[in-house]
């Protein structure tokens, strides 16, 4: 896989759209793609409800451990 700053916009629509068939499958990707065109949202928003009872040090721990399972 390409560094972020090598990464076309192309390249990386096609990295998502084929880590989202392989995790979801054809037919929950297209719901997905679909939702996120029909919907109205803000990301920054979404991101910080999501995160919102996360503690930093929870967050940190979780961001080394996938680092370390997911080397570049």
């Given amino acids: 896989m390409m ?8 390249e990386i629509i096609d990295i998502g759209i084929n880590y ?3 995790k979801l ?5 297209e719901r997905f793609i679909s939702v ?8 920054t928003k979404w991101r910080e409800r999501y995160f ?12 080394v451990a996938y680092g370390k399972e997911n080397p570049l």
């Fill in 36 to 43: 996120l065109l029909r919907e109205k949202s803000d990301y």
């Fill in 3 to 10: 560094t972020a700053n090598n990464t076309s916009t192309a």
């Fill in 25 to 29: 499958g054809v037919i929950e990707t």
């Fill in 20 to 22: 989202l068939i392989e």
């Fill in 52 to 63: 919102s009872d996360v503690s930093s040090d929870d967050f940190h721990a979780a961001a």
